[in-house]
């Protein structure tokens, strides 16, 4: 019982370790900052399309 409790141990450390790098990458592009530069990409995407005539 002692080393399966060691083993999570050691394997949840691992994972933190190898997965907060992409967690502190990942969080702004997640989050809303990248929001406000989609909705003004999106706007000029529908402004420089082709209009019917």
């Known amino acids: 019982m002692l080393w399966l409790i060691a083993a999570l141990i050691l394997l ?4 933190h370790w190898l997965y907060e790098p992409v967690v502190q990458l990942l969080t702004p592009l997640v989050g809303f900052n990248l929001l406000p530069w989609m909705i003004v990409f999106v706007v000029i995407w529908i402004f420089t399309g082709r209009s019917i005539r």
């Open 12 to 15: 949840q450390t691992a994972m």
